[in-house]
């Protein structure tokens, strides 16, 4: 890794003389900014601004903002277009496409009125484009390869530049190849502050932003099946699963905003814990006052983005998920009959006698899968994993905590460990006697009587569930 990153750095300053020669001479700087890149995939702490307008920076789950260096007033970012490494938790990693040494990229941060000049280089085996999702800014900036420019060759660097005019919260990806590119992790994550004092976007503690995104990583494998439209098996938040996504560490009454864009090919209904949110704004811009309303879920689709705030004053280790049940999980759950209730003793009977080990999985529900010791392939997440203090928390995919501590400094975003709830506040076992239940007097029965009562003591067919074309 390190060698490589050594070679990527030369490479890099290779390309920074012969393209400032040629295609950028127009725009009249010394030299192409270094691009900045990271190794890792840990939540990197916000990054203050050195130059320009002040503002409360965002801090980016799962991953980091992106440097810039001010050149006669105009912010100058760069963007590398690479294959990646990345961990999506620990022990198992993905080949992916990203920017900057990760997927997704760097998130970039400006402020209304602010000039921003990025370049793009190419160092993807194809051409690609970068395109600014919801930006205002001149046609020809928009990214759009055939459409509003040819495409960003290999080995190419192009130049973007724009001022940010609407604050906000967006997004940047590839507009060529887009299938591929999008499914291969190219993506990033871009705020505009407003850069006053804004009637609809109010000032918060903490600000959170990281996109939504799936892939299609058999178990065994390393990188994504690019033609996968419906069925992928890692859902993830920043390209990271659970229980390799970091936890939202907030202090008891601060007021925290979560931004999040969605460039899966599904919608997902994220879900807060504990609290009820407002949805203050999308990719299109603040939401009006009068059409804000509280909610605990709020559905982000395909291309969209939500941001939502809330008081964090209740404290604990609040669960943030997706609400689709698939969605909490990773590789492997998904083509596996439901088994719960069918008794297997006979037929185990009979299959052990030739496969000494055959294992039943699912008899009796899904929750037995998270303590199956059956051997895993290299390179494989557990279908469901990470543990609570109370045992297996039995969630993967799209699955984090907002810890809300009474203790926890301002400005700080390190993990404070497992919430210790106070006496007579946890839910507990009941070991007194169980009364019988009475049986329920029913008034209704059904509309109208069934024509052909179902035949006593039929065998049930249990049919298997067909991938994942029943829920999208
Ligand atoms: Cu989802």
């Given at each position: 890794m390190t060698t490589s990153r050594r070679n990527f750095l030369t490479g890099a300053s290779a390309i920074t003389a012969g393209v400032a020669a040629a295609s950028v001479s127009k725009v009249a700087m010394a030299a192409l900014p270094e691009p900045a890149v990271q190794t890792k995939a840990d939540t990197?702490?916000?990054?203050?601004?050195?130059s320009g307008r002040s503002?409360?920076?965002?801090?980016?789950?799962?991953g980091w903002t992106l440097p810039w260096r001010?050149?006669?007033?105009?912010k100058e970012f760069h963007l590398v277009a690479e294959p990646v490494v990345r961990e999506m938790a620990p022990g198992f990693k993905a080949h992916l496409w990203g920017y900057n040494g990760q997927s997704p990229g760097p998130t970039i941060e400006v402020v209304e009125g602010d000039r921003v000049r990025i370049f793009v280089t190419n160092k993807l085996p194809e051409h690609t484009s970068?395109?600014?999702?919801?930006?205002?800014?001149?046609?020809?900036?928009d990214g759009v390869a055939g459409l509003t420019q040819p495409s960003i060759q290999p080995g190419k660097t192009f130049v973007y530049e724009f001022v940010a005019r609407r604050p906000g919260?967006?997004?940047?990806?590839?507009?060529?190849?887009?299938?591929?590119?999008?499914?291969m992790g190219m993506m990033g994550f871009w705020v505009t502050h407003p850069k006053s004092k804004h009637p609809l976007i109010e000032e918060v503690d903490r600000d959170f932003v990281?996109?939504?995104?799936?892939?299609?990583?058999?178990?065994?494998?390393?990188t994504p099946k690019i033609m996968t439209m419906l069925d992928f098996n890692l859902w993830t938040f920043n390209s990271r699963i659970f229980p390799g996504i970091d936890s939202m560490n907030v202090r008891r009454g601060d007021k925290v905003r979560i931004r999040i864009g969605n460039l899966?090919?599904?919608?997902h209904p994220i879900h807060l814990h504990g609290h009820e949110f407002m949805v203050t704004g999308t990719d299109g811009g603040p939401t009006p006052k009068s059409a804000r309303w509280p909610e605990v879920t709020t559905d982000v689709a395909v291309g969209q983005m939500r941001q939502v705030e809330f008081i964090a004053d209740e404290e604990g280790d609040w669960a943030f998920h997706c609400h689709k049940s698939h969605h909490t999980m990773n590789a492997m759950g998904h083509d596996v009959p439901t088994m719960i209730g069918v008794d297997h003793r006979e037929v185990v009977k009979k299959i052990t006698q030739v496969i000494p080990d055959y294992m039943v999985m699912g008899e009796r529900g899904m929750a037995d899968m998270t303590d199956m010791q059956m051997p895993l392939p290299d390179n494989t997440a557990p279908m469901m994993a990470g543990d609570g203090p109370?045992?297996?928390?039995?969630?993967?995919?799209?699955f984090t905590v907002v810890k809300v501590r009474r203790d926890q400094k301002p400005g700080d975003y390190r993990n404070p460990g497992w919430y210790k709830h106070a006496p007579g506040t946890q839910a507990y076992e009941w070991r007194g006697e169980l009364p019988t239940a009475p049986k329920a007097q029913t008034q209704g029965s059904g509309s109208m009587p069934a024509k052909v009562a179902p035949p006593k003591d039929t065998e049930v067919q249990i049919r298997k569930p067909n991938g994942h074309s029943g829920h999208h």
């Open positions: 990197a702490g916000p990054l203050h601004p050195s503002y409360n920076p965002v801090v980016t789950l799962n001010m050149n006669n007033g105009v970068m395109h600014w999702h919801g930006q205002r800014l001149p046609n020809g900036m919260t967006f997004m940047y990806h590839p507009h060529a190849d887009e299938m591929t590119q999008m499914a990281f996109l939504l995104n799936a892939y299609d990583i058999e178990p065994g494998s390393y899966t090919m599904t919608n109370f045992g297996s928390v039995e969630m993967g995919g799209m």
